[in-house]
């Protein structure tokens, strides 16, 4: 969970702020390369509004992360979240209920991944099955026919399949693999294969741009929306049970079972609350793009896992925090803000992006080695 105490006190202060130093070198670095033209205020409201989507989605991946689990399928998932907020929309939903249907999708997504870890893939297959049916027999059977028939077959899978499957753990690796590729593919389909468009300008654009009064004139409401999740993830995991149970699996699950932990069901609520978050950083990109784009967060799914690992997490897991993860975002926000600034070509920053993920995971090694 944290550096033994045996550890050098200033090896331990270096661990915490470690990324904060990185944070203020390379800030340092581009403000004396540029001049105001990077440290002005306007860039810096707009660093912090290109942070907020990866952010937002980080915060909930650090919880995946320290419990020493992976998840691979954020960008996929966020996609589907601004595809089921447009068609909410478009159906003529409130925005809070389009939202709430976005974040919800994406925590029952969550949901289904955790359960398909923890060797629920029976029950998972019965109810996938049941909801694959109702869709498929909407139209030619009708709504409340066909919400019956796939209601009674996924009761009778999740019943019936687990006595002939049994038990079935699977890496988290492979399944938000294999959600990664099937998210993606169920939002092309609900769009049709093509961004859903609304009809006038909602007010939930509103959460990604900077305005001219009060709050919004500091940062666009997203950031506020991120500095919100933030806090509230960082007490959930300095504060309560859960939290601690999170880092007892993250260091050893073996041992945290034997301590009475309730694994199984601490991780289907880690992979849910993870997924949530992408909901809510799908809020955001919809916000920002002002439709549902089924191929839009492509490679999110790399950016949120180096924004944890860049801030201090440990991908052995036990080890982590939100702080860590937002100045690990911000780092690449100022790497790639600095990088176009100074007329360097994309593959740049991708390279020097690399570089910091490869710098920040031998360091975490070495750490550990000599810890």
Known sequence: MSEPSTAHPLRQAFGRL???LGLAAIWSLFAVLLGDSFWGWDNQRLMLLQTAI????????TVVIISAGIDLSVGSAIALGTVVIALCLGAGLPEVIAGAAGVLAC??????????????????????????LAWATAVPLGVPLALTLGAGVAAAGFLLLPRFIGSVELSPFIVTLAMWGALRGLAKGLGDNQPVYVDGHPAMLDLMRNGDEGLSAIAAPGVYVLAALAVAFAWMLRNTRFGRHVFAIGSNEQTARLCGVQVERTKLWIYAL????????AILQFAYLGMGDPTTAEGYE????????????SL?????SILGTLVGAFIMTVVDNGC?????E?????????????VAVAIDRVRHRRG
């Open 340 to 344: 176009t600034k100074l007329g360097l």
């Open 346 to 358: 994309n593959w740049v920053q991708e390279i020097v992006t690399g570089a910091i993920i490869l």
């Open 274 to 281: 993870a997924s949530a978050t992408a909901g809510l950083a």
């Open 302 to 313: 790399l950016k949120v896992i180096a924004a944890v690992v860049i801030g201090g997490a």
């Open 107 to 132: 925590a029952a997504v969550g949901a289904w991944i955790g359960a398909a870890i923890t060797g629920r893939i029976a029950q998972v297959g019965g109810v996938t099955l049941g909801a694959a």
């Open 54 to 61: 990866v952010g937002t989605a980080a915060v909930g991946a």
């Open 18 to 20: 470690g990324p904060l």
């Open 316 to 320: 052995t897991g036990g080890e982590g």
